[in-house]
């Protein structure tokens, strides 16, 4: 048997989809709306999924205060509210589609030293929702 | 290697006079074609694993993923449920898959997943044909408390938090169970509903539902009922009570925020194949 903990995070943040390898007209055509000079936002969800033994102390793989405060100062403190293509350093290089930023999700927290970081799941509309487990030698299935 | 999974809502209008499918959306966010009046609601989930497309960072674009499924999918779900509803479930299922499987090259169709209420859901693994799996949503509300006592006051209070409240408080715990198996060729179900929710009631409701966990469910004696500890008593006793198909998964919503996932061995996150959710 094993055992996956998941918790659920959430944090707003506004992003634009514009790829600088490709002209004005190819963005419009590959990003639509996403493309809007403006930028636009999103309420985005964060699942986090992960494992270890189950400490007989506390019933726990691991504590969700740690998990909790861990997740505030990687991920949502430096997201929530902000506009990701300025404001995160990865962003400015990288587009912030969702997939793009589910793996950064993932970067920053792979080094949780409670328990071993699983995958990470990012919502990005009710009806959009990517996931990473990182890279190949670590492709997760369910 | 990433996943998307894209859900695509529409509605299968049935009764008399109801407008023709390729009318556009009342509401698109309700789903395309919209409901109306009396009719059948979906949601098909897509889900797509592969690397992404160095121009766009796009696994593939969601807008090809709407727009394949309501032009293939759609239509072929709308004639089965008119012409052919014998078909409706696993064979249905099935036939979308086919009708999709090279759909958004380079990228694999993983899973399709067909939720038949908010509660109920049937999906196929390309890797697990023609096993198919069979999701249900159960609720139970209970008490607890977080409580060591080999541990001080103090380190129960730091450990715990509020959960160490020594009167207890309770949850509303969702428990959605998943079993895997081959639909019977005759009733073209996984397993039977009803055989489930008997197993459901005689193993977890009636051991769990109103009670306080840490003195009432001898399953968890002398140990902290923390939701991971909960999942894998529910596993432990219903694993060996599905004889069709197997246990593939329990998940035990704690709360919206905080849940559990309880797999067997070679299956799940170790290994077994598929998508999440």
New interface residues.
């Given amino acids: 048997?094993?055992?996956?903990?998941?918790?659920?995070?959430r944090f707003s943040a506004s992003h634009r989809l514009h790829?600088a390898?490709?002209s004005d007209e190819?963005n419009q055509r590959?990003?639509?709306k996403c493309n809007n000079p403006y930028g636009h936002g999103h309420n985005y969800f964060v699942e986090v999924?992960v494992?270890g033994p189950?400490d007989p102390?506390?019933?726990?793989?691991a504590?969700?205060?740690d998990l909790d405060a861990f997740v505030e100062r990687e991920v949502i403190e430096p997201f929530d509210h902000k506009y990701l293509n300025e404001e995160v350093a990865e962003f400015r290089e990288?587009?912030p589609?969702t997939?793009?930023v589910?793996?950064e999700i993932f970067n920053r927290l792979r080094n949780f030293p409670k328990a071993r970081l699983?995958?990470v799941?990012v919502e990005e509309t009710?009806?959009?929702?990517?996931?990473?487990?990182g890279p190949?030698e670590g492709?997760?299935?369910? | 290697m990433f996943r998307l999974t894209r859900e695509v809502r529409f509605a299968i209008n049935t009764a008399a006079g109801a407008p023709a499918p390729e009318r556009p959306p009342t509401n698109s966010y309700a789903g395309y074609p919209s409901l109306s009046g009396l009719g059948h609601y979906f949601t098909l989930a897509v889900t797509l694993a592969g690397d992404l497309d160095p121009d766009s960072h796009y696994l593939e674009n969601i807008k090809q993923i709407d727009q394949t499924v309501r032009h293939l999918a759609i239509p072929f779900f709308d004639k089965t449920i008119r012409h052919a509803p014998s078909r409706f479930g696993a064979p249905l299922l099935a036939e979308t898959f086919d009708l999709l499987k090279n759909a958004w090259p380079p990228a694999r169709l993983e899973r399709l997943k067909l939720s038949l209420s908010p509660f109920c859901s049937l999906s196929l693994h390309a890797t697990e044909r023609p096993m198919m799996r069979l999701s249900q949503k159960f609720e139970f509300a209970a008490s607890h408390r977080l409580h060591n006592p080999a541990l001080s006051d103090e380190q129960n209070r730091q450990t715990f938090g509020k959960c160490n409240n020594p009167h207890g408080h309770g949850h509303n715990y969702v428990l959605e169970v998943t079993v895997a198996g081959e639909p019977d060729p005759a009733t073209g179900m996984v397993l039977d509903l009803k055989e489930l929710k008997d197993i459901l009631q005689r193993e977890v409701t009636d051991r769990m539902d109103h009670r306080f966990l840490n003195y009432e469910v001898p399953e968890l004696a002398g140990q902290i009922p923390t939701c991971e500890n909960i999942a894998s008593v529910i596993w432990r006793l219903l694993e060996p009570k599905i004889t069709r198909g197997h246990l593939n998964r329990v998940r035990l919503y704690e709360t919206p925020d905080l849940f559990v996932d309880c797999y067997g061995k070679g299956n799940g996150a170790t290994g077994g194949s598929g998508a999440a959710r």
């Fill in positions: 048997m094993k055992l996956l903990l998941w918790r659920r995070y790829s390898q490709l190819a590959v990003y639509g999924g494992s189950v102390a506390t019933g726990m793989i504590n969700l205060v990288n587009v589609t997939e793009i589910c793996m699983e995958r799941r009710e009806r959009n929702s990517f996931e990473y487990a190949p492709v997760k299935h369910d």
